[in-house]
């Protein structure tokens, strides 16, 4: 039991009889006294008028305590309020509502006693805040330095433990394996943690964290205006009070670091840190966690060197600390991990070779691995022919935007439950000669690799449940094969490659579930075919630089769920159609760059009640008005383009200056939260 009551010892003479007494003994305490009565409450206790209120009043020297805390005071003739201070080792003497009197309070569990000796005592078996550090630094849970520092979250979470808590729990008599040795643990690392990441300054939510309740209940409930509810603080097993199995702290404004001593909660199976602006490093010791199955983190500011040991813990199944800045390299002993399903390291600044960590010949373990993202960081160098070769449980391989050369591996292409298969933004110079058949894949990104010089192979038909590919910004040459054609694409960029001039292909016509197609720089000719507007699910059309010309057909009129409209730069000689004041969910039209296009903006679109939202619009100086246009946002004199794209970045659905997509889904079932787009 903690000291929560200031124990005196007054050495002037005793006058009368009576002593506090207990039931094991808590106190020891005399007291010199002409009357002394009993006070209610749950600490009881004990008054004594002095006449002149002179007294100096000495800690009594309990047992337990291994340098005992002495405070003195001394009276001279205090009244009422005056005698109002706080000590510095703990507690208050208050004689405000008598005069002349001093409050002498007495530990939990004593009594009056008027028939006891006054110069008996009770032997203490109170704990002293050095008692509890020192439990603490012999368990190896804190270092004795980390007390050191009064304002350190070992410190503040000993001042809790030790002295505020109303739960009031002992220094427990067994090791960290006992059931009291862990509860207290328990209570104590997550107190250390609640300051370590500055929950009283900073979080969105107290979550009833450091009450006087077991840490069970420390958590809370949160609900959306939708209705939704979600749990985030403490989460233990039904009915239990004191074994966590999950931390909830997601969105939480959590700062600062993570304490080493989460580590010592053994029975946690879930972390789940996710977007907050948690920085250092992740500690060594929580490698004791041989229980955890999901760590998340992402969308902090975690740093230092990649934890190898955490791919060997022999439960986990799902690490994300994407966006993070993690360096160093992935150890290879990272493809023998025999649980892991889901790994999430992408955006971070993590180098070397992964030719060897994930080669299925050597390696023994991911036989289990179903998410793979490492997107964005600095890896190098060549897959190899046996990269991920037969993982026959893998859905998500996400290599995009980093340094990696050398071959497109067809194997890739093999992988039986592969559903997105996203490389782009590497140094890759080789496509597949031939592309095995594969009809579970649906999303192909290749674009900004380095395939020069290459055609589309024809067998790119093989992947014939393609719903997203995109192969721009290559300079790839050739045709545009019909064999890409594949009817359930719904995304298909082929912007900025190499290919021979010819009109825009009439096999388009039959992708009847296209949304997004780019066939931007791309040398298209002819006329704008009027069967593009019957592809009624469009969102973006950019046919931008090519050398496009005639009318723009009145069938793009029917695209009501068009967003975006790119005819710049080609060599258009057309009035506006009427049908586009029907285009009621555009948010962007560019027709800037052409040689002539006519048309009342104000009428069409700037004044239309039908658009809620004002497009944006490039144009031409002669139909795109700065000084009455409320929607023109950039003219340009003639035939000449000028548009800089400063405006794009505003728009909404996200885009970047050239339309590339910045985000994309891999659908509900992705338990890694990757971005989505509305």
């Known amino acids: 039991m903690k000291l929560t009551a200031l124990l005196l010892l007054c050495l002037t003479p005793l006058v009368a009889g009576g002593a506090c007494t207990g039931d094991g003994g808590t106190c020891e305490t005399v007291f010199s006294s002409v009357t002394c009565t009993e006070v209610g409450g749950n600490e009881e206790s004990c008054l004594h008028a002095t006449g002149t209120c002179e007294n100096v009043c000495e800690r009594a020297n309990v047992a337990g305590y291994d340098s005992p805390c002495l405070c003195t005071k001394e009276f001279q003739g205090c ?20 005069d002349n009197a001093v409050h002498c309070s007495v ?56 002295v505020d808590d109303g739960l009031d729990l002992g220094v427990p008599n067994g090791d960290l ?117 999901n760590f998340f983190a992402q969308g902090n500011r975690l740093n230092g060197t990649f934890p190898a040991w955490i791919l060997g813990l022999p439960n986990i199944k799902n690490i994300n600390f994407s966006t993070n800045y993690l360096t160093g390299t992935v150890p290879v002993t990272a493809g023998d991990s025999q649980s892991l399903v889901g790994l999430a390291i992408d955006n971070n600044l993590l180098t070397g070779s992964i030719q060897d960590t994930f ?36 859905q998500y391989l996400d290599i995009s935007d980093n340094d990696f050369t050398g071959s497109v591996e067809a194997h890739l292409f093999e992988l039986s439950q592969l559903l997105v298969l996203d490389m782009h933004d590497n140094g890759f110079d080789t496509l597949p000669t031939e592309f095995p058949e594969n009809n579970n894949l649906t999303l192909l990104a290749l674009q900004k690799c380095s395939f020069s010089s290459q055609p ?70 002819g006329t704008i075919p009027s069967f593009l507007g019957d592809l009624s699910d469009l969102v973006i059309l950019d046919l931008d630089d090519n050398d496009l010309v005639g009318t723009i057909p009145h069938s793009l009129g029917n695209l009501g769920e068009l967003h975006i409209l790119l005819l710049n730069r080609n060599n258009l000689v057309s009035v506006i159609p009427d049908t586009f004041t029907s285009l009621s969910s555009l948010r962007l039209l560019y027709l800037d760059a052409n040689e002539l296009i006519q048309g009342d903006l ?38 000449s383009e000028c548009n800089t794209g400063f405006h794009v970045p505003d728009l909404d659905p996200i885009w970047q200056l050239g339309y590339n997509r910045v985000h994309f889904t891999f659908g509900r079932e992705d338990f890694l939260d990757k971005d989505r787009v509305p």
């Open 177 to 293: 394996d006992t059931t009291e040795g862990y509860e207290f643990i328990t209570r104590y690392a997550l107190a250390v943690l609640y300051y370590a990441t500055l929950g009283p300054r900073q979080w969105s939510f107290e979550l009833n964290f450091l009450q006087a309740t077991p840490v069970c209940s420390w958590y809370s409930v949160l609900q959306y205006a939708d209705s939704s509810t979600e749990v985030r603080g403490v989460v233990c097993s039904r009915n239990a009070t004191s074994n966590p199995t999950a931390l909830y702290l997601t969105n939480q404004n959590a700062r600062g670091s993570l304490p080493a001593e989460l580590g010592f909660i053994t029975s946690l199976v879930v972390i789940d840190l996710d977007n907050n602006r948690i920085a250092g490093p992740i500690p060594e010791s929580y490698q004791n966690l041989s229980n955890l199955t």
């Open 456 to 525: 589309i192979p024809p067998s790119i038909s093989n992947l014939g449940g393609l719903k997203h590919l995109d192969l721009s910004q290559n300079a790839l040459t050739g045709e545009i094969p019909s064999s890409i054609g594949m009817t359930n694409l719904t995304y298909l960029f082929l912007a900025q490659n190499d290919f021979v001039a010819n009109p825009i292909p009439s096999w388009i016509d039959d992708l009847t579930s296209l949304q997004e197609l780019s066939l931007k720089s791309t040398q298209r000719t």
């Open 107 to 162: 530990s939990k569990g004593c009594k009056w006693d008027p028939s006891a000796d006054p110069t008996d005592t009770v032997e203490a078996s109170i704990f002293t805040v050095d008692d509890y550090m020192t439990y603490l630094v012999n368990q190896g849970v804190s270092n004795e330095e980390d007390f050191l520092v009064s304002s350190s979250p070992q410190s503040m979470a000993l001042q809790f433990i030790a």
């Open 359 to 394: 080669d299925t010949s050597v390696r023994v373990g991911m036989t289990d691995l179903e998410q793979f993202y490492i997107e964005n960081n600095l890896f190098t160098g060549a897959l190899g022919p046996n990269f991920m070769k037969d993982l026959t449980t893998l």
């Open 602 to 639: 104000d009428v069409l679109f700037c004044s239309n009640p039908d658009f809620e939202d004002k497009p944006v619009i490039v144009a031409s100086c002669d139909v795109c008005d700065l000084a009455s246009s409320e929607c023109c946002a950039v003219c340009c004199q003639g035939t």
């Open 79 to 98: 009244t009422g309020a005056e005698c109002d201070y706080e000590v510095s080792c703990g507690g208050t003497i208050d004689c405000a509502d008598f």
